[in-house]
């Protein structure tokens, strides 16, 4: 699902946020091509989450 919705991506970057404790999502995303990028509390008194790019175009996306 994941490989269809950003087959035709124009975009440069992908971006997403995901829970820093979330560990098996972020190695998902890492398997995925997805790198951190950053660091971002989304919302007043969320868990600090990760930002995670990918570049679509990129051989392993």
Not at 39 to 45: A, F, H, K, Q, V
Request: net charge negative; charged share 30%.
């Amino acid at each position: 699902m994941h490989a269809a919705l950003i087959a035709d991506a124009a975009e440069e970057h992908v971006l997403l946020n995901v829970r820093q404790d979330a560990e098996a999502a972020r190695e998902t995303y890492r398997a995925w091509g997805y790198r951190k990028a950053g660091e971002t509390r989304p919302w007043d008194g969320a868990p600090v989450h990760d930002v995670m790019t990918l570049d679509p175009r990129s051989e392993t996306a």
